[in-house]
């Protein structure tokens, strides 16, 4: 089993769409969570870290399931801007590398 | 602040020659991380280097490949006699210590 999974998609959604993305991950004694965005031929960019009682940035929503080890990302009123691979990252504790997952695809379309 | 500096942007060799990638962290930061990524695959981790020391290599393959952080300058990556399958982009990121990490623009290697 991969150490996190991820719908890799294309999600083609219009502008102003709402869509979300989920992400399992494996190893149950991951203690941080993060969504990072990573444009073509770009570097990763963190969009947000997710905490467990959720939270909340501008249209873009975090969730943190720990019992099912699931995360999920909500974006609300597409842009076009936000078409990126969306990539689900989780850490085990301190300093240890981030794991990351494949990514999901989004192409928001006008 | 100038963020993570990577150098060459781009780097081609020929098969069997040396790569090496250069790496300054964030100012501040003194760890140091080295991932690569494949054309249209995830980024998998290589390295996690601190100051003249390596904490994690367990990403990095056993022959050709080796990094270090000395004290003074940036973290290098290199790797001995290049092979196609080496081909991917090679990105390093930097942290002060548990907090999220912040990327370079990555050096991006073909092997000819």
């Known amino acids: 089993r991969k150490e996190v999974e991820q719908d890799p998609g294309p999600f083609n959604v219009p502008e102003g769409a709402t869509v979300a993305f989920n992400c399992t991950y494996s190893n149950s004694a991951s203690q941080s969570f993060f969504w990072y965005r990573q444009d073509c031929r770009k570097e990763p960019k963190l969009l947000m870290s997710v905490y467990s009682s959720g939270n909340e940035d501008g249209r873009f929503t975090a969730q943190l399931n720990r019992a099912s080890q699931y995360i999920s990302l909500l974006i609300r009123d597409s842009k076009l801007s936000d078409s990126a691979t969306y990539l689900c990252?989780?850490?085990?504790?301190?300093?240890?590398?981030?794991?990351f997952g494949k990514g999901t695809r989004l192409s928001v379309i006008a | 602040n100038a963020g993570v500096m990577q150098n060459p942007r781009h780097l081609v060799r020929r098969r069997g020659q040396e790569a090496r990638l250069r790496c300054s962290p964030m100012k501040g930061h003194s760890h140091v991380y080295w991932y690569r990524q494949l054309p249209e695959e995830g980024l998998k981790f290589m390295v996690y280097l601190q100051k003249e020391n390596i904490i994690d290599e367990s990403g990095m393959p056993k022959e050709r490949f080796s990094a270090e952080f000395p004290k003074e300058g940036p973290s290098i990556l290199r790797i001995q006699q290049v092979v196609r399958g080496d081909s991917a982009a090679y990105f390093c990121a930097s942290s002060p210590g548990g907090s999220p990490l912040h990327f370079g623009n990555g050096t991006r290697l073909t092997v000819t």
């Open positions: 990252v989780v850490r085990a504790s301190g300093n240890t590398p981030l794991v």
